[in-house]
């Protein structure tokens, strides 16, 4: 039977025409650090036409790379619209990376023209050599532009404009944005967005199995928008009519306590490190996280002891989302079950998460696929709508198999489908034949009341090829030992798992998007950078145990 229901594309322009016409009264907060700027869905939509047509006065054309180096701004939402609705591409650019990597991602990506922060241009200064495909660089706000080569200032090719543009017609699998993994080994590889994945993703967003963004939401950015599109939220919430706040470059915990006192945000997504840092200060200075309905917590193994700390002293409902770049990035979202006695919710709001819906998930072990029983263990692999098939000019072959993206996450599955998430293929620890999950280690040593934040690593060892290496940084104020440490872990892992080797920092290395280092951990290892502490009770191998 031949269907008659019409076919419409799915692009990014039908999520602006609509958020603009339905939610025109919908706001978009940027906080300075003291003050916010308020803007309507309707004004932002207005500047997005007018940016569009500056582009396009420029000679910027369907397919172009156009970059953003920004922080989390109005602005940087107007060409979140603009760039992908005129039928360029966005390609969001990670300030934390290093300025090798930087330049690299520009030329790969071959940006013709970059939009930057004036705060942001010392970055991109001692670069410009470098990049011979970059026309023109747009600055964003006041600031010093010498050094720039035809730099134009971002209002007034706004102020040049009409705002009457006339949006093309898209197809919906072609191009809409770009974002560069932030992977521990090589150059980063590019994943690309089409206009059909980001629509199904931000329809998926608005899922109550998911996160449930409504019309009635705040959403407070706190995950960069230069990193895997803030994880969909600013498509997802302008499809729904949600306020937007943007926290601009103020990302720490004591202004975001103030915008979030200010504003009452109830829904917000952010990696582990940062809700702890929140989470802290809120504790010691008597902040109000009350406005908060759910925070969904992403990129790292987020600690049980983190989830209950929210809950128990500010009434906030952390879950657990797992994803990658390559998966734009939902893959899954820890809700508990819809027969689960509120006494257990913790302990399902604590797994990694239940298969969002739209992606479809195996766990493989070599050739073999394993049942989904909760115990057998393998390499996660996904496929589905918004999951990558390959990287922008790099083959990588390792990465995909059989039509199926490999995660690099060893876990279990169990037959709800929920996911446990043991380590990284990478990080995970084999000593005298058996694995120790490194994620595992780290939360016991977290729920330590002495212990801010720990990061464990595989060392090599004569005797049982690898030991787990715990870095930690203790609290303010703490007196802790070895000793306490290994006896606060003998009746929470196997005796065998404990380390030996131990090593006090002021602070854990992180990645650009606020991940524990471990590849730098290793460095230092290896270098002999490291001051490790030995405990008296030697390595006990698995047969020990």
């Known amino acids: 039977m031949q269907s008659t229901m019409q076919d419409g594309p799915l692009t990014i322009t039908s999520i602006l025409r609509h958020g603009a016409a339905i939610h025109a009264d919908s706001e978009v907060v940027t906080f300075d650090g003291r003050d916010t700027q308020r803007t309507l869905f309707g004004g932002v939509a207005e500047r997005a036409a007018r940016l569009a047509a500056a582009l396009q006065r420029l000679g910027l054309k369907p397919g172009d790379r156009i970059g953003t180096l920004c922080w ?16 360029a591409v966005l390609h969001t650019l990670n300030l934390r990376l290093f300025p090798d990597q930087l330049a690299y991602i520009i030329q ?25 495909s970059v026309e023109r660089i747009i600055v964003i706000g006041d600031g010093d532009m010498s050094g720039f080569e035809n730099a ?14 006339d949006w093309p017609e898209l197809d919906e699998r072609s191009a809409s944005s770009m974002c560069y993994t932030t992977g521990t080994t090589g150059n980063p590889k590019g994943v690309v967005y089409s206009h059909r994945s980001t629509y199904l993703h931000s329809m998926a967003i608005c899922m109550a199995s ?22 969909g939220l600013p498509y997802s919430g302008w499809l729904a009519g949600s306020d937007l706040l943007l926290p601009g470059r103020h990302l720490q915990a004591e202004p975001l306590c103030r915008l979030i006192e200010k504003e009452r945000p109830t829904f917000s997504a952010a990696v582990p490190t940062i809700l702890n840092d929140l989470c802290q200060y809120a504790g010691s200075h008597a902040s109000d996280l009350s406005s908060f309905r759910t925070v969904a917590a992403g990129g790292a193994a987020v600690p049980p002891h983190l989830i209950r700390d929210f809950q128990d002293r500010f009434g906030v409902r952390i ?44 766990i493989v072990d070599g050739e073999r696929e394993v049942p989904w ?36 996450d060893v876990g279990t599955i169990d037959s709800r489908g929920y996911i446990q998430i043991s380590d990284r293929a990478k990080d995970i620890i084999k000593s005298g034949g058996e694995w120790i999950s490194s994620v595992e280690l780290e939360n016991k040593l977290m729920s330590h009341p002495d212990v801010a934040e720990a990061s464990v690593i595989g ?30 872990l003998s009746d929470k892992v196997a005796r065998w798992w404990i380390p030996e080797r131990w090593s006090f920092l002021l602070e854990i290395p992180k990645t650009s998007v606020g991940k524990f280092d471990k590849k730098a951990l290793r460095a230092r290892n290896l270098e002999g950078t490291l001051t490790i502490a030995i405990s008296e009770g030697g390595a006990a191998g698995p047969s020990q145990d």
């Not at 060409?79 to 039928?87: K, R, V």
């Not at 998911?210 to 994880?231: C, E, K, Q, Y």
């Not at 990287?391 to 993206?405: C, I, K, V």
């Open 108 to 132: 790969h990506a071959g940006d013709r023209v970059i939009l930057a922060e004036a705060s942001l241009l010392p970055l991109l200064k001692p670069l410009v050599p470098r990049l011979k």
């Open 152 to 165: 134009l200032a971002y209002e007034d090719l706004l102020d040049a404009e009409t705002g009457n543009f």
């Open 459 to 488: 060392i090599p060892d004569e005797r049982w090829d690898e030991r787990p290496l715990a870095c930690l940084v203790l609290k303010a104020g703490s007196r802790v030992t070895v000793d306490e440490l290994r006896a606060f």
């Open 373 to 408: 029983d909760g115990l057998s263990i393998g390499e996660i692999e996904v496929r589905g709508p918004w999951v990558t098939g390959s990287y922008y000019r790099e083959a990588a072959p390792e990465r995909f198999h059989a039509g199926w993206l490999r995660t690099g």
């Open 210 to 231: 998911v996160f449930g963004v409504g019309s009635t939401d705040r959403i407070l950015l706190i995950v960069p928008m230069f990193h895997a599109n803030a994880w």
């Open 72 to 87: 989390n701004t109005r602005e940087h939402l107007e060409a979140y619209l603009a760039i992908p609705c005129m039928g």
């Open 319 to 362: 879950i657990q989302a797992w994803g990658m770049t390559e998966t734009s990035p939902l893959g899954a979202v820890a809700q508990p079950p819809r027969d689960c006695p509120p006494e257990e919710e913790m302990i399902w709001r604590s797994k990694t998460g239940r298969v969002a819906p739209g992606v479809e998930l195996r």
